[in-house]
């Protein structure tokens, strides 16, 4: 709580303590309606005072960050302290020398001062009291101040003699700092006048000696003169009475019922609770926490935020916990959260809204779910009932997904609804975040149970769905998305359009694009406004080849603009960012580099207005512009796109970084590009995991390798990067024959244990077994970095184990052709591929890779022949625009000029969507 004592201003300062008791619920404010004395005036805010610490904070003070926290850490270390002041520049006896000339400059210096002074402290005879923190107990000892030393002067050491009488310690925190401007009210009324008025009265009630008058200003430096064994006051005055509250003028804040109470239940969220509850600071007035049984220190946690939280035993329905905090709430609102939520954007306005008592029932509020690895780089938005009246009668139902509408259309069936620009973050669908939960599995249990209560229920179906294409059971996810879609008939819930997009995404895992086209079709009937529709068309094209087919729906997708959530569910950027990065692959496909710049500038500048970090937008701008000769165009491209310029986004810096190590081989300029950004990110004050894994692996790249494991091994293995920067880090200790700390890590996977044991004896096993298939992905990875290293000899004994990884002929050989052909190292190429195209059996995209081999090694006529037969058995032609491109090419290089314009006049009629100018022709 906060109380402020005015004494009688007339300078317009009650117009601003008014204003802030309305917004403030935790606020009391004393109006006396005279000037009656620092002391007399503190009795009043003490006789207020309701906490077990009380700290006092005159009007001329300036706090410095955890200076508060500092103070009380003190009184937890201590029991025997009953007061705790702060040094400061002006203040007798906590006064210390500053160099600080303006308040930026303060807090700078306070900073430095409390980490160098960190634990350190002193007791002391008495502390002044424009900042102190008091237990509650000395004050029931000693009562308040002594308001009979007048207006201001000693009354605050007569305080600390007598806390001392009563047997407690004053302690000065040399770890703690607050800045006083001192005497801008004593200096007002006079500092020598009132000093004079007090010092008869404090000389009498401490039996002071005569010669005590010479230390009249500094009389708190003397402790000799007041030892409490030696000069103790009189009984009578060791306590002294506080005001009657009820004789006070008082403005309180939160009188009556509380405007807004948070809602929650939680189960072992000690990681995810502070953030949460941060964001309501100031917001909510009451918190009411339902704990399921934590282990961890959730509901402590909570208790330090001042929730009342009520332990319930989990009955396997959300509902059920959701409607105990009902009951517990005493708001007039209720706001419900998750611990993996925050109020975000908007939530200022809030209590503001709610006071002008608006007729609707309650609010839908826009929340953004991030996905991915880590929070705001993409989301996916929907509408969330979150904030209600607090009715009679309410519960929530469904034991997955609550809601609570229908039971608010019960008890009041006129209700109004509407949706306010208060936006909820939610963290929880983070990969990471799943993952460590296990939700899906309980998510599954819970949605088939409320199915076998309603076989016929849309949503249950739904949230089946839902789970079954989160475990990547595509045939199953579908079946259960078509029985919710037969089941909602004619009605358009919100979670529609959801639906359909997931019923797609499953058709295209199951490798039926035309019926997912043929789903879509139908969808952009509906009277919907739904960008995903269009952005999953554009993606179904586009790997079909049809880019210009493509790209119209792309723009279709943009042209939808929604700004709130207020019916339907939509990723977020498939009206902006990602639409825009869609259009830039399809520019990129046609051969439009600019344009394909454009986009994917726009792109970034999108998500960057709306604060997001699009990695995929990043990545192909800075790998597109690196084809360019000089690194220096490609911070120049990021700059022009970045809002606010590219000094105020250090995380772009480091993303960019990392997008520019990625393709191997590496572009010429990638390592001084990647180089440049860390240390412009660094100079920022940008630190982390994600840049220590990004710097381990330019240091892997620059062969420094002892130095890339140093800061590889600050990558936690929980982090996004963890494996990845794990299996970097093995493999730089390896390359410094640094075999101690290989051995160290205690590496469980075969193919790495198999490949140390070679690389350090020579004599490793073969990894003959079939080895888990992810490697088949990672394996060519590790290969190819070996390449870029020049690492030949690792990269020899590294073979061996292929077998292991791709124990079939044919994906070994496509692998090693396709990394050969990354290097341009085309001889390799025909030597890896020949077997197979002789044996039979090998793909087109083989066939295709032998053909480009062949025409930069000048067999153009072999090439010639591959590229006409895979011609003859495509599908269409945006299927072949790679082999025409290649044949005109060939034709080019034998002299065949007037074949050569055949295929191009044939690719410009072809429904490619674009025509070659002379420059692209040469090209």
Same mark, same amino acid.
């Given at each position: 709580?906060?109380?402020?004592?005015?004494?009688?201003?007339?300078?317009?300062?009650?117009?601003?303590?008014?204003?802030?008791?309305?917004?403030?619920?935790?606020?009391?404010?004393?109006?006396? &309606?005279?000037?009656?004395?620092?002391?007399?005036?503190?009795?009043? %805010?003490?006789?207020?005072?309701?906490?077990?610490?009380?700290?006092?904070?005159?009007?001329?003070?300036?706090?410095?960050?955890?200076?508060?926290?500092?103070?009380?850490?003190?009184?937890?270390?201590?029991?025997?302290?009953?007061?705790?002041?702060?040094?400061?520049?002006?203040?007798?006896?906590?006064?210390?020398?500053?160099?600080?000339?303006?308040?930026?400059?303060?807090?700078?210096?306070?900073?430095?001062?409390?980490?160098?002074?960190?634990?350190?402290?002193?007791?002391?005879?008495?502390?002044?009291?424009?900042?102190?923190?008091?237990?509650?107990?000395?004050?029931?000892?000693?009562?308040?101040?002594?308001?009979?030393?007048?207006?201001?002067? /000693?009354?605050?050491?007569?305080?600390?003699?007598?806390?001392?009488?009563?047997?407690?310690?004053?302690?000065?925190?040399?770890?703690?700092?607050?800045?006083?401007?001192?005497?801008?009210?004593?200096?007002?009324?006079?500092?020598?006048?009132?000093?004079?008025?007090?010092?008869?009265?404090?000389?009498?009630?401490?039996?002071?000696?005569?010669? @005590?008058?010479?230390?009249?200003?500094?009389?708190?430096?003397?402790?000799?003169?007041?030892?409490?064994?030696?000069?103790?006051?009189?009984?009578?005055?060791?306590?002294?009475?506080?005001?009657?509250?009820?004789?006070?003028?008082?403005?309180?804040?939160?009188?009556?019922? =509380?405007?807004?109470?948070?809602?929650?239940?939680?189960?072992?969220?000690?990681?995810?609770?502070?953030?949460?509850?941060?964001?309501?600071?100031?917001?909510?007035?009451?918190?009411?926490?339902?704990?399921?049984?934590?282990?961890?220190?959730?509901?402590?946690?909570?208790?330090?935020?001042?929730?009342?939280?009520?332990?319930?035993?989990?009955?396997?329905?959300?509902?059920? @916990?959701?409607?105990?905090?009902?009951?517990?709430?005493?708001?007039?609102?209720?706001?419900?959260?998750? $611990?993996?939520?925050?109020?975000?954007? %908007?939530?200022?306005?809030?209590?503001?809204?709610?006071?002008? $008592?608006?007729?609707?029932?309650?609010?839908?509020?826009?929340?953004?779910?991030?996905?991915? /690895?880590?929070?705001?780089?993409?989301?996916?938005?929907?509408?969330?009932?979150?904030?209600?009246?607090?009715?009679?009668?309410?519960?929530?139902?469904?034991?997955?997904?609550?809601?609570?509408?229908?039971?608010?259309?019960?008890?009041?069936?006129?209700?109004?609804?509407?949706?306010?620009?208060?936006?909820?973050?939610?963290?929880?669908?983070?990969?990471?975040?799943?993952?460590?939960?296990?939700?899906?599995?309980?998510?599954?249990?819970?949605?088939?149970?409320?199915?076998?209560?309603?076989?016929?229920?849309?949503?249950?179906?739904?949230?089946?769905?839902?789970?079954?294409?989160?475990?990547?059971?595509?045939?199953?996810?579908?079946?259960?998305?078509?029985?919710?879609?037969?089941?909602?008939?004619?009605?358009?819930?919100?979670?529609?359009?959801?639906?359909?997009?997931?019923?797609?995404?499953?058709?295209? /895992?199951?490798?039926?694009?035309?019926?997912?086209?043929?789903?879509?079709?139908?969808?952009?009937?509906?009277?919907? #406004?739904?960008?995903?529709?269009?952005?999953?068309?554009?993606?179904?094209?586009?790997?079909?080849?049809?880019?210009?087919?493509?790209?119209?729906?792309?723009?279709?997708?943009?042209?939808?603009?929604?700004?709130? &959530?207020?019916?339907?569910?939509?990723? #977020?950027?498939?009206?902006?960012?990602?639409?825009?990065?869609?259009?830039?692959?399809?520019?990129?496909?046609?051969?439009?580099?600019?344009?394909?710049?454009?986009?994917?500038?726009?792109?970034?500048?999108?998500?960057?207005?709306?604060?997001?970090?699009?990695?995929?937008?990043?990545?192909?701008?800075?790998?597109?512009?690196?084809?360019?000769?000089?690194?220096?165009?490609?911070?120049?491209?990021?700059?022009?796109?970045?809002?606010?310029?590219?000094?105020?986004?250090?995380?772009?810096?480091?993303?960019?970084?990392?997008?520019?190590?990625?393709? +191997?081989?590496?572009?010429?300029?990638?390592?001084?590009?990647?180089?440049?950004?860390?240390?412009?990110?660094?100079?920022?004050?940008?630190?982390?995991?994600?840049?220590?894994?990004?710097?381990?692996?330019?240091?892997?790249?620059?062969?420094?390798? @002892?130095?890339?494991?140093?800061?590889?091994?600050?990558?936690?293995?929980?982090?996004?990067?963890?494996?990845?920067?794990?299996?970097?880090?093995?493999?730089? /200790?390896?390359? $410094?024959?640094?075999?101690?700390?290989?051995?160290?890590?205690?590496?469980?996977?075969?193919?790495?244990?198999?490949?140390?044991?070679?690389?350090?004896?020579?004599?490793? =096993?073969?990894?003959?077994?079939?080895?888990?298939?992810?490697?088949?992905?990672?394996?060519?990875?590790?290969? $190819?970095?070996?390449?870029?290293?020049?690492?030949?000899?690792?990269?020899? #004994?590294?073979?061996?184990?292929?077998?292991?990884?791709?124990?079939?002929?044919?994906?070994?050989?496509?692998?090693?052709?396709?990394?050969?052909?990354?290097?341009?190292?085309?001889?390799?190429?025909?030597?890896?591929?020949?077997?197979? @195209?002789?044996?039979?059996?090998?793909?087109?995209?083989?066939?295709?890779?032998?053909?480009?081999?062949?025409?930069?090694?000048?067999?153009?006529?072999?090439?010639?022949?591959?590229?006409?037969?895979?011609?003859?058995?495509?599908?269409?032609?945006?299927?072949?625009?790679?082999?025409?491109?290649? +044949?005109?090419?060939?034709?080019?290089?034998?002299?065949?000029?007037?074949?050569?314009?055949?295929?191009?006049?044939?690719?410009?009629?072809?429904?490619?969507?674009?025509?070659?100018?002379?420059?692209?022709?040469?090209?």
């Amino acid at each position: 709580e906060l109380i402020i004592v005015d004494n009688g201003s007339t300078d317009g300062s009650r117009r601003y303590l008014k204003a802030l008791v309305r917004q403030h619920r935790n606020v009391k404010v004393v109006l006396n &309606p005279s000037n009656i004395g620092a002391p007399a005036g503190r009795n009043c %805010g003490l006789a207020l005072a309701e906490g077990d610490f009380l700290a006092f904070l005159d009007s001329d003070t300036v706090v410095t960050n955890g200076w508060l926290e500092r103070l009380l850490r003190w009184m937890e270390i201590d029991p025997t302290l009953g007061m705790v002041g702060p040094c400061s520049n002006f203040a007798s006896g906590q006064q210390i020398e500053v160099d600080y000339r303006n308040l930026k400059e303060m807090h700078e210096f306070a900073q430095r001062w409390c980490e160098r002074n960190c634990g350190s402290g002193l007791e002391t005879s008495a502390l002044i009291s424009f900042c102190v923190l008091m237990r509650r107990s000395v004050i029931e000892a000693i009562g308040g101040m002594d308001a009979r030393f007048g207006l201001i002067m /000693h009354e605050d050491i007569d305080h600390s003699l007598r806390a001392r009488v009563a047997g407690f310690r004053c302690w000065l925190a040399l770890d703690a700092f607050v800045h006083h401007y001192g005497n801008r009210t004593s200096g007002r009324l006079g500092v020598e006048r009132m000093m004079d008025a007090a010092w008869p009265r404090f000389k009498e009630k401490w039996n002071l000696p005569p010669e @005590a008058e010479r230390f009249r200003p500094s009389i708190s430096l003397v402790p000799e003169l007041f030892h409490p064994r030696h000069r103790p006051p009189c009984p009578q005055d060791l306590y002294e009475p506080l005001p009657d509250r009820n004789t006070l003028r008082v403005l309180e804040g939160g009188k009556g019922r =509380p405007l807004l109470s948070l809602c929650m239940i939680t189960k072992d969220e000690a990681d995810a609770l502070p953030r949460c509850l941060e964001s309501v600071k100031g917001i909510v007035d009451e918190i009411v926490v339902v704990d399921t049984g934590s282990t961890d220190e959730t509901p402590q946690i909570a208790e330090g935020y001042g929730a009342k939280v009520i332990r319930f035993t989990w009955t396997g329905s959300f509902s059920d @916990a959701r409607n105990e905090s009902l009951k517990h709430a005493t708001g007039e609102w209720i706001l419900w959260l998750d $611990a993996d939520e925050a109020l975000a954007e %908007g939530k200022e306005n809030l209590r503001r809204i709610l006071e002008q $008592a608006p007729e609707e029932v309650g609010f839908i509020l826009p929340m953004v779910s991030f996905v991915g /690895h880590r929070p705001h780089r993409e989301g996916h938005v929907h509408p969330a009932f979150r904030l209600f009246r607090n009715l009679p009668g309410l519960r929530f139902h469904r034991n997955l997904h609550e809601q609570i509408v229908a039971s608010i259309r019960q008890v009041r069936p006129d209700a109004k609804f509407g949706a306010l620009p208060v936006w909820i973050e939610h963290y929880g669908y983070l990969t990471p975040w799943v993952r460590r939960k296990q939700k899906v599995a309980r998510n599954l249990e819970l949605a088939k149970r409320d199915l076998r209560a309603n076989p016929s229920d849309p949503f249950a179906w739904y949230n089946l769905g839902r789970e079954y294409q989160r475990l990547a059971q595509w045939e199953r996810a579908f079946y259960c998305l078509r029985r919710a879609l037969f089941h909602l008939g004619d009605t358009f819930p919100p979670y529609l359009v959801r639906c359909l997009c997931d019923m797609v995404r499953c058709l295209i /895992h199951l490798g039926r694009s035309q019926q997912a086209l043929a789903l879509l079709e139908e969808a952009h009937a509906l009277p919907l #406004e739904a960008p995903d529709l269009w952005m999953l068309e554009g993606e179904i094209r586009w790997r079909l080849g049809q880019w210009a087919l493509a790209l119209e729906a792309f723009r279709k997708a943009l042209a939808s603009s929604p700004t709130l &959530p207020l019916h339907f569910d939509w990723s #977020e950027g498939a009206a902006s960012y990602g639409a825009w990065y869609w259009m830039g692959l399809c520019h990129q496909r046609m051969g439009q580099w600019e344009e394909a710049l454009r986009c994917f500038g726009r792109s970034l500048q999108e998500a960057l207005v709306r604060h997001r970090y699009y990695e995929p937008a990043i990545a192909s701008l800075v790998q597109q512009k690196l084809l360019r000769p000089s690194a220096e165009g490609v911070l120049e491209t990021l700059e022009q796109w970045t809002p606010r310029g590219l000094a105020a986004h250090p995380t772009l810096m480091v993303l960019a970084a990392k997008a520019a190590l990625e393709p +191997l081989p590496l572009p010429p300029s990638a390592l001084k590009l990647a180089q440049t950004l860390l240390a412009m990110a660094e100079e920022q004050g940008r630190n982390g995991e994600e840049l220590a894994f990004v710097r381990g692996k330019m240091l892997l790249l620059q062969r420094r390798y @002892a130095e890339a494991a140093r800061w590889l091994a600050r990558v936690p293995p929980e982090a996004p990067e963890g494996g990845m920067a794990l299996g970097l880090r093995l493999l730089a /200790h390896a390359l $410094a024959q640094e075999w101690e700390e290989v051995a160290a890590l205690e590496v469980e996977d075969p193919l790495w244990r198999g490949l140390m044991e070679r690389w350090q004896t020579g004599q490793g =096993p073969k990894a003959s077994s079939p080895l888990p298939e992810a490697w088949r992905a990672h394996f060519p990875e590790l290969l $190819a970095l070996l390449l870029q290293l020049e690492e030949f000899q690792r990269y020899e #004994e590294a073979l061996a184990l292929l077998d292991g990884v791709f124990p079939d002929e044919v994906d070994k050989g496509m692998a090693l052709g396709a990394l050969y052909g990354r290097f341009g190292l085309w001889e390799l190429v025909t030597e890896t591929l020949l077997p197979l @195209a002789f044996n039979g059996g090998m793909p087109r995209e083989g066939w295709l890779l032998l053909a480009q081999a062949c025409h930069r090694l000048g067999y153009h006529e072999e090439a010639e022949k591959i590229l006409l037969r895979l011609l003859q058995e495509a599908n269409g032609a945006e299927e072949a625009l790679q082999e025409y491109l290649l +044949l005109a090419g060939t034709y080019i290089a034998q002299g065949k000029s007037q074949e050569a314009q055949q295929v191009l006049d044939w690719i410009a009629q072809g429904n490619f969507g674009f025509a070659f100018g002379e420059d692209r022709t040469r090209r």
